[in-house]
């Protein structure tokens, strides 16, 4: 998922639109290797940028917002916290 529209760059603040990107590879590759509950901070960390970026509503939000809601399904039914 890569965050470039217009609307995106004219809020990037400091973290900018590549480090948000970098942060969704970043839970992608610590998911893949079962820290889950390391995954699942970085998410929650990627939202709330998202949402203070790009608004509540914004494509690249409710993707981050569902793969949070997955990410937490998924570590439920592997016995884990979140």
Do not use: P
């Amino acid at each position: 998922m890569l965050l470039n529209d217009e609307e995106s760059l004219r809020g990037a603040g400091k973290l900018g639109l590549l480090g948000i990107n970098a942060m969704i590879g970043v839970s992608k590759t610590v998911y893949a290797v079962g820290r889950y509950d390391y995954a699942l901070q970085i998410c929650r960390s990627i939202l709330a940028l998202q949402v203070k970026v790009l608004g509540q509503e914004h494509t690249a939000t409710l993707a981050t917002r569902n793969a949070l809601a997955s990410c937490t399904e998924d570590m439920r039914a592997k016995g884990f916290n979140s």
